[in-house]
């Protein structure tokens, strides 16, 4: 009965490819959020949607593109990898503004 | 711009210790959240405790109480009764009402010695 599941939960790929990171909720929420945390545990939002819609896009080179087919559904899709890239993503939902639910987390290494 | 620090990198406490973390945070909004995250060696981020800045009661959960000073801007995390599944990291959070933006401090890392 997993909440918040994401796929893979490891990612290793060389620089230049484009890759994508799924994520699902089963929580019946309408908000999703990509984060990213760097190798100092440095935990930072990306990108948020509430029923399809973009509501938070922060600082993040366009190479970075989040996709929502519908609310149960968050991806993020990576063009041209680099070495920088080298983090864990984490997805999470919420109702609303409320509590928000983290997935496992996605360790993603650029060789 | 709302920032959230946590001057503590690491901390150890044995078991069955008392153990508090810090947690301070800027802003110039009344209302707001404050919680705490456990991030444990396997990477979940797991929701510890919630604090609604208008409640001026403290909140717990069983082991876990903070200590929030609004005055000072202080929202410490105090973990009573320390056990081996407590070593995790710890990352203070604050939410503005009606936002969706969660800011984490740095994290402590915390290490439950048995």
């Known amino acids: 009965d997993t909440a918040v599941s994401q796929t893979p939960k490891y990612l290793v790929t060389q620089m230049g490819n484009d890759k994508s990171i799924k994520c699902e909720q089963n929580l019946g929420h309408d908000t999703m959020y990509w984060y990213k945390q760097d190798s100092k545990k440095f935990l930072k939002i990306m990108f948020s949607?509430?029923?399809?819609?973009?509501?938070i896009n922060e600082t993040v080179p366009n190479r970075f593109s989040p996709k929502s087919p519908d609310k149960a559904h968050l991806n993020l899709h990576i063009n041209s990898l680099e070495l920088g890239d080298s983090a864990v993503y984490f997805c999470?939902?919420?109702?609303?503004?409320?509590?928000?639910?983290f997935g496992p987390g996605t360790r993603l290494t650029v060789t | 711009a709302q920032t959230v620090t946590q001057s503590q990198p690491e901390m150890s406490v044995q078991e069955a210790e008392t153990v508090t973390l810090s947690c301070t945070y800027d802003t110039s909004e009344s209302n707001y959240y404050l919680f705490w995250y456990k991030q444990p060696p396997s990477r979940q981020m797991i929701l510890v405790i919630r604090?609604?800045?208008?409640?001026?009661q403290n909140a717990t959960e069983n082991r876990f109480s903070v200590n929030f000073q609004k005055a000072a801007k202080s929202f410490s995390l105090k973990i009573s009764d320390s056990q081996l599944g407590d070593t995790a990291m710890y990352f203070c959070a604050f939410r503005m009402d009606s936002s969706y933006k969660l800011i984490f401090g740095s994290g402590t890392r915390l290490l439950v010695r048995p």
């Open positions: 604090q609604e800045a208008y409640k001026q």
């Open positions: 949607y509430n029923n399809k819609e973009l509501i």
């Open positions: 999470a939902s919420s109702q609303r503004e409320n509590e928000q639910y």
